[in-house]
């Protein structure tokens, strides 16, 4: 190890103990960043397709201007009138269906998504919630009880049921019914404890499952399903969200279904924190009508200066299209790909695709491992996902090249082949 990387690993675990994860068991001491890329001390310029939060390119020149410029006019909390917050909530609010025509700013997915569980919890009297098998949706006491993901011993408590990921593996050509099925039958088991449903709630592109597109439509049923048994449906965006997937800005428009509620993060600041909830103004009415919400950072002026710069930014580099475009290009070449290699699936949408690894012994976590290992002597950075670790997450930021992504597959191409 470098020692300069060294060193700081060293001060890293004395400061930040048990609580502090690192990629790579030589970790990357990051310098600065442009466009798609990371400059490391190495003095080596990454290609980031890990990315998911500085998605319209890294330190955007456009971006950076419009905090910079507000911070320094000013920035204050939400209880004063300033301009930019209501010139970027219309903006926001256009991209949504009409019925969703309130937003709440919050600083953190997690904070939205613990703001939802609460609607849905107020309008629905019940308290059981519906996830899938590998969900992640954040951090807060709430939300890591419905992110089956992030519990290393035991499991989420009584009021928390799991369906499994949207795998045609497993539900067969008919996801939709199957899905839909599954998540009837936790709804009963619900009702059997004695505990009432209050909602589904679902990451639309399903990343931390393995990543689950397909066939667009097929949530449809599930939220039906979800309403008949009076239940709130909520679409977390945080992954899809922003333009990702190449068809509009929202992952649940691929389904057809309107949610009851929509929670945002990541990619809505391009790096500056700010997160929301949109839903329909009698159910913010209901909740504000017993509770009081306050959160003292979040739609602050200099957020909502970062969020409207995004919005304009994805709206002028045509960021939608490229992701579409680009987003083929890649799958295309995965899928000629998977002929020669021990691939399994190749799925998603615009630029938020999964590659999943198996050999005939089952899932094969160690291929996309080493391949995540092997990635990085090549100058590119990924993830894993899925209940096995074993789907390769190809999330770059939107702004690629189809140059790019034949860097990306042709590097995957000499690993594997
Ligand atoms: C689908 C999803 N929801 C919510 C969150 C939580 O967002 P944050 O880390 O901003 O609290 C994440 C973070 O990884 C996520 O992937």
């Not at 593996?169 to 009432?196: K, Y």
Request: net charge negative; aromatic share 8%.
């Amino acid at each position: 190890m470098a020692p300069d990387v060294a060193a700081l690993v060293e001060r890293r675990r004395a400061s930040f103990g048990a609580g502090s994860v690192l990629f790579y068991d030589e970790p990357l001491r990051m310098v600065r960043a442009e466009g798609a890329y990371l400059h490391a001390s190495d003095g080596r310029a990454y290609l980031d397709f890990y990315n998911n939060v500085p998605t319209v390119g890294h330190c955007h020149p456009k971006v950076v201007e419009a905090v910079r410029a507000q911070i320094g006019e000013l920035n204050i909390h939400s209880r004063y009138l300033f301009d930019v917050s209501h010139d970027y909530a219309e903006k926001l609010l256009a991209t949504f269906p009409p019925a969703l025509s309130n937003v709440v700013l919050t600083c953190t997915g997690s904070e939205s998504n613990d703001f939802a569980l609460r609607l849905a919890r107020k309008i629905s009297g019940g308290e059981g919630i519906i996830v899938t098998r590998t969900a992640y949706h954040g951090n807060t006491a709430a939300v890591t009880e419905v992110s089956p993901s992030s519990y290393k011993n035991g499991a989420p408590p009584r009021h928390v049921r799991m369906v499994p990921a949207p795998d045609p593996a497993l539900f067969g050509n008919d996801v939709a019914q199957g899905f839909a099925d599954a998540v009837r039958a936790e709804i009963a088991a619900l009702e059997a404890d004695g505990i009432r449903f209050a909602g589904l709630l679902v990451d639309t592109i399903f990343s931390s499952d393995g990543v689950y597109a397909d066939p667009p439509g097929f949530l449809k049923p599930a939220v039906e399903v979800t309403r008949a048994a009076g239940g709130l449906f909520i679409a977390d965006e945080v992954q899809p969200g922003f333009g990702r997937t190449g068809t509009g800005m929202w992952g649940f428009s691929r389904h057809g279904v309107v949610p009851d509620i929509v929670t945002m993060g990541k990619p809505m600041g391009n790096g500056y924190p700010i997160a929301g909830v949109v839903t329909r103004p009698e159910i913010l009415a209901a909740f504000c009508a017993d509770f009081g919400y306050f959160n003292t950072f979040a739609g602050s002026p200099a957020a909502c200066a970062a969020g409207l710069a995004v919005l304009e930014v994805i709206e002028e580099d045509g960021l939608i299209a490229n992701a579409a475009r680009v987003g083929r290009h890649l799958e295309a070449r995965l899928k000629r790909l998977q002929a020669r290699a021990p691939i399994t699936a190749v799925r998603g949408a615009g630029l938020y695709i999964g590659v999943e690894f198996g050999t005939e012994k089952g899932p094969a976590p160690e291929i996309a491992k080493g391949l995540i290992n092997g990635l990085r002597q090549h100058g590119i950075l990924i993830g894993a996902a899925g209940r096995y670790g074993n789907v390769l997450k190809i999330r770059p930021p939107l702004c690629v090249t189809t140059g790019h992504v034949d860097m990306l597959v042709d590097a995957l191409e000499e690993l594997l082949t």
